[in-house]
């Protein structure tokens, strides 16, 4: 706004109407459904909607924004959606009927700016302000201004790079209020995901409000159909009415049960995986909010390099489990990330899980620097010292039951090294089986049998990855993804299903080659020394675990 048409535009501003600002109100609440007042009139600070596809979020967000803009003096409401033009389509031109609706006189009672894309309330100075957020510029300048309301439209379509910049550099520090609205997707993370989901710890039901303990976030719920089932809605809310029942006719007509993944994304706002496009079934949790294939156990620091491996569990009575296999699964790259995954089953365990103990991803792993991340920096002087007192990673686990890797490109020249000058055998892995391995692993995901690290390179390969159509029409790898740690959950799998056929040949499980990894760890410190080695054993998140 220009400076004389900021001057111009204060000398109008009254002091806010109560009774008009409550007419208005009343107005405008009357037109809402029950969940979407709730919404409208939740007044915590932070607050998040998770609605099914129809249900009026984006309405509700609309009337909260203009209800703020009447009753307050000089209020800052800012939204957002993916980018500027679809908020525009998602909120200017039903800004503009709203307005209408309510009688005020465009040009007069309110202003439109067509070029920024803000409202200014003429009798209270308010402004309601549209953005896109499609780059970090884009938000960059949002930044320094105190917002009464922040409204964040489409929650689950953001990069969740650049929501985290806004929610936490940009906005965050200076907005009173937050909202996040949108419909379930299919990647089940972010921070849009933590916020609307059962089972967060951010995460508190609006309707529990006072009878469970108060949480970071007020959440919403609700869905199409649960409107459609009010009484009287064919009279109150015709659009919506309409709206689900040319989605029941969708429903027939793509033969989608009710636990088809769009289905359950898009009409019952609940997060789940796509497992037509996704290549692993994985789930971190259920839809109760439950782990299911995430687990986030306590770190030991083990071995005389202290390295950082996840708890395994004992018995349900307490006792130590004696029969641990574990299993390497090693990916190579050399421009790509070099990947090394551990896992661990017992062969007593009924269930027979598979925990993912340790994750390791770092690009330019060559001979030398794998054999030092597995037996320490003596691999380097004195090849007998080392395998005789490993320290590394077989320090801290003991030798692995097997150890695999795949042997492409310069996979089989790396294997050979470490065979014929450290001593490290590392078998490779049955490339035209890929196909055969990822219905193994698929398998065990979907019935809960695969735990992976939370956070870890795995867990989120796992859920992000997705098959990409070849010229043909048939789903093949995207190799644009990044896959290398569950490329070596593939290997790692496969290889303890010829482990537990040889159990059942010979009832008894393979000797293990070392002692139990989790006795009591070397009390020496390690020395670092510094210099290229550093990234396997320090504190850098990308050597396992950060601490």
Known sequence: MKPHERVKTERRVLSPDDAWADALDAKMLAACHGWQVSLIEDEHRRVSALVGRGGGKTTALCVRGVRKCVKRRRAHVLYFATTRMRAKELIWYPLKDLCDRLGLVSGKDVLFNETELRCTFSRTGSVYQLSGMSDLAEIEKWRGTTYDEVQIDEGASHRHELL????????????????????AGHILSGTFYDVSRPGSDKHRAYADRGRAPDAAWSSHHWTLEMVYNLPDAAKKYPAMVELWELRLQEFADNKWSPDHPIRKREDAAIWALDDTSMIYQYRARLDDGAPWNEWDPPRDELGPDRVSIARLPNKPDGSPVEDWLYALGIDHGSRDAFALNVFAVSPSDPDRIIYHLYCFEQ??????????????????????AAHANPAGLIGAIGWPTGMVSDSLQLGQNILDELSQVYGITIAPADQKGKMSSIELVNGDLVDGRIKILKGSALAEQLENLQWKKDEY????????????????????????AHLFENIGATDKPPPKHARDPFEEAAAQEPDFGGGEYEILFGDSDRSGWAR
Do not use: W
């Open 164 to 183: 985290d910049v806004l929610l936490y550099q940009v906005i965050g520090p200076r907005a009173k209020v937050i909202l996040i609205v949108g419909t």
């Open 473 to 496: 029409g048939f789903p093949r790898e995207d190799k644009g993804q990044s896959n290398h740690s569950a490329d070596t959950l593939c290997y790692g799998r496969r290889l303890l």
């Open 363 to 384: 690009p330019q792993m060559y001979a030398r620097r794998i054999a030092v991340l597995l037996l320490g920096k003596l691999a380097e002087t004195d090849i007998d």
